[in-house]
């Protein structure tokens, strides 16, 4: 792709977002916008899996200007979980999401290098408290860079004053109750779906030592709806890749840690479906119980 021209727009009153997903020439036309926060959300996958620490270090070495760095793995998860990246109380995931500048009146902009899930996390995230003004950069990191994006480096800037987050709680998230009931049958018209890599729907990998899917579900991998550069097809052909899911009357996603499932959502929300929602613990709070069945057939 040729590179996209940049511009510092001058103070407006109200900047919205014109989607929840936007590509590289949108917010190389915003940078610098009033009430515009860009975060990069990535987490990258250290010796022994998703390393947060990491994800700051990265961000400091290159980022979009003007960008902080969202700690998907600390300070915007539950610390009181056994699992990670637990969708934390909102007595601590507002004040979090404050300090870094998000309040009623900010548009919000998440990146990620790595499959647009990270971002797409907290972009869920933050449509399970009501908060709607928040787009994804289609592509991500790599989108920015290939378009001939500006970067920078270096800490943190300021963070600015705190301002009113508005919660309005949404059922963007499920528990294992609500799992449980449809492994049980009592929920056969939903449709419950893995989407992780087939390799972990059909039991060749495994998480926590334990290897396939929750009975009843079916595979949609997060990066079947992604092309070659990650970002997300043409809404023609995320129609074809998720009919499977046309007649289902909800549809409820999990993966390893309730991240990339939030890719699939995503992705029904591009293509006008919006009764879904997302097992936050996914196999990493499913497989630690060995009673809790998985399948391994398809």
Not at 40 to 59: I, S
Not at 147 to 154: C, E, K, M, T
Request: proline share 6%.
């Amino acid at each position: 792709a040729g590179a996209v021209e940049f511009q510092v727009l001058q103070p407006s009153s109200i900047l919205s977002v014109p989607g929840r997903l936007v590509d590289t020439a949108w917010l190389a036309g915003h940078i610098g916008a009033t009430d515009l926060v860009v975060l990069d959300a990535t987490v990258p996958y250290g010796p022994h899996g998703p390393d947060g620490r990491l994800g700051l270090a990265r961000w400091r070495e290159a980022h979009i200007p003007g960008s902080n760095h969202a700690d998907l793995q600390g300070a915007l998860s539950d610390p009181a979980s056994a699992f990670s990246f637990t969708f934390p109380p909102t007595e601590k995931l507002v004040p979090a999401l404050r300090e870094l500048g998000i309040h009623d009146g900010a548009a919000v902009l998440v990146y990620d290098d790595f499959l647009n899930m990270w971002a797409t996390r907290l972009w869920w995230m933050l449509r399970a408290i009501g908060f709607t003004n928040v787009a994804v950069l289609d592509g991500g990191w790599k989108a920015w860079v290939r378009a001939g994006g500006p970067i920078a480096s270096g800490a943190a800037h300021a963070a600015p004053p705190a301002r009113p987050l508005s919660v309005r709680s949404r059922a963007s998230f499920v528990g294992l109750g609500a799992v449980q009931a449809h492994v049980a049958r009592q929920r056969q018209s939903e449709a419950l779906v893995c989407a992780l890599p087939r390799e972990y729907f059909t039991g060749v990998e495994t998480i926590g030592g334990r290897g396939g899917h929750i009975p009843g579900s079916i595979s949609i991998p997060a990066a079947s709806l992604l092309d070659a550069e990650g970002r997300f097809l043409p809404k023609d052909e995320l129609r074809a890749r998720l009919s499977r899911l046309d007649d289902a009357s909800s549809i409820t996603l999990y993966c390893g840690g309730g991240i990339s499932a939030t890719v699939v959502a995503f992705a029904l929300g591009l293509v006008g479906r919006e009764d879904v929602a997302v097992y936050d613990g996914s196999l990493e709070e499913w497989n630690a119980d060995s009673s809790r069945l998985l399948a391994v057939e398809g």
